[in-house]
């Protein structure tokens, strides 16, 4: 069976920064890995994926600002988060298993529970 583990989230203040992990479980293998956010009332938005090659790829909101990687030997993915801003406030997602890296959600297989960001101003 399949699991994916967020931790890392928390509150802070404009301008800081936090660092997100997923752990993935019961999957062997290289595989696509992203991150999702979803801020109340609003819709599920990609923020950033890496490919099984390792390739990165971000939602313009989030270049320059956020760095996404990955441990295969720890099947852990990484979401390094700085210069927050309020508007990123929301739950974050990690998503395993989709043939390419693509920022819609249904494309992918397997989620975590999520681990919430709140920036305050």
């Known amino acids: 069976q399949v699991q994916l583990v967020e931790s890392g989230g928390g509150s802070v203040q404009a301008g800081g920064s936090l660092r997100l992990s997923c752990v993935i479980s019961g999957y062997t293998g290289y595989i696509y890995m992203s991150w999702f956010r979803q801020a109340p009332g609003e819709e599920r938005e990609g923020v950033a994926c890496?490919?099984?090659?390792?390739?990165?790829f971000y939602a313009d909101s989030v270049k320059g600002r956020f760095t996404v990687s990955k441990d295969n030997g720890k099947n852990t993915l990484y979401l390094q988060m700085d210069r927050l801003k309020p508007e990123d406030t929301a739950m974050y997602y990690c998503a395993a298993s989709s043939d390419y890296c693509v920022f819609d959600q249904s494309s992918w297989r397997y989620w975590g529970q999520g681990t919430q960001v709140t920036v305050s101003s």
């Open positions: 890496v490919s099984k090659a390792g390739g990165t």
